[in-house]
């Protein structure tokens, strides 16, 4: 959930560029540490009617709800994780009521297999050409958490 947002100006090694922070509350943390709230930095937004668009940079909505891989936040242009692809919508489902989770071009993800896939995978790689079945459901929120924790559990710690 975005608390606030507010863009400034700032200067950097090729001059002055508009940076937006956008400030979360924090839920549920499944690796790291994050307070009750985190402001993250991205690169781009409007100040005073100049408007520096970044391609790709995900963006957020009042209200909206979502799971978020951030990793060098203050230090690259985009501290979500493959710029879009570590952004996940949550919406509840209208057959069951259960929260799922939606990728970045609003599609329910259906197996963690698709992430990083599609628009922006390398051309030519298995990633890009799945077959997941349409009719398969949507992925849970509680399944999703579980998967990336297993995942993170079998990883060495210095990763």
Same mark, same amino acid.
């Given at each position: 959930m975005?608390?606030?947002?507010?863009?400034?100006?700032?200067?950097?090694?090729?001059?002055?560029?508009?940076?937006?922070? /956008?400030?979360? &509350?924090?839920?549920? #943390?499944?690796?790291? $540490?994050? *307070?009750?709230? +985190?402001? @993250?930095?991205?690169? %781009?937004?409007?100040?005073?009617? /100049?408007?520096? &668009?970044?391609?790709? #940079?995900?963006?957020? $909505?009042? *209200?909206?709800? +979502?799971? @978020?891989?951030?990793? %060098?936040?203050?230090?690259?242009?985009?501290?979500?994780?493959?710029?879009?692809?570590?952004?996940?919508?949550?919406?509840?489902d209208?057959?069951?009521?259960?929260?799922i989770?939606?990728?970045h071009?609003?599609?329910?993800?259906?197996?963690?297999?698709?992430?990083?896939?599609?628009?922006?995978?390398?051309?030519?790689?298995?990633?890009?050409?799945?077959?997941?079945?349409?009719?398969?459901?949507?992925?849970?929120?509680?399944?999703?958490?579980?998967?990336?924790?297993?995942?993170?559990?079998?990883?060495?710690?210095?990763?």
């Open positions: 975005r608390l606030r947002s507010r863009a400034e100006w700032r200067s950097v090694a090729a001059g002055r560029v508009i940076f937006t922070l /956008v400030e979360f &509350e924090t839920q549920e #943390v499944l690796k790291g $540490n994050a *307070g009750v709230s +985190v402001t @993250l930095q991205f690169l %781009g937004g409007t100040v005073e009617g /100049v408007t520096l &668009e970044v391609a790709d #940079v995900p963006r957020f $909505n009042p *209200g909206e709800r +979502v799971v @978020l891989f951030v990793e %060098g936040n203050g230090v690259q242009f985009c501290p979500v994780v493959g710029v879009f692809h570590g952004k996940f919508g949550l919406r509840k209208d057959k069951n009521g259960r929260d989770v939606l990728m071009d609003g599609k329910p993800l259906r197996d963690v297999a698709e992430i990083g896939a599609g628009k922006g995978a390398e051309f030519g790689s298995k990633r890009s050409n799945l077959s997941i079945p349409a009719d398969r459901e949507p992925m849970s929120v509680d399944d999703f958490k579980k998967r990336i924790r297993s995942h993170l559990a079998k990883k060495p710690a210095h990763e």
